[in-house]
């Protein structure tokens, strides 16, 4: 399967959280950068997807290390994941909006937090 194929635009996502309410589904929606994917972050949206349906919004961090399309693309390629948008922080709130979804889980801070972790890692490994 082409993971890619997962990454929706906004009317797509707001058209299937649509059509899981209508049918009964739950829809959780995760917000973060998903500049790097660790296997902490990777566990924790694995515990986040708990049966529900996941959809994952990508925003722009303030430095990134990966462009948008290829951050979106990684979080795709988790089997937990459902959906993926890529989207502007700006354009977030807009976006809760017209994809209401069940339950919104904001992980911008967790993803800087685990980004300057790394960085610290590998000054450390680099200092060795």
Known sequence: MDTRTKIVDLPAAAAIAARLRSGGARLKLVAGYFDVLTPDEVCRLRSLSDGQQLMIVVLDPPNPLLPARARAELAASLS?????LALPAAGLE???????PDEVIREEAAGTQRLQTLIEHVHRRQRA
Not at 80 to 84: E, P, Q, S
Not at 94 to 100: D, G, S, T
């Open 80 to 84: 937990m994941v459902d959906y993926v």
């Open 94 to 100: 807009q976006a809760l909006e017209q994809i209401r």
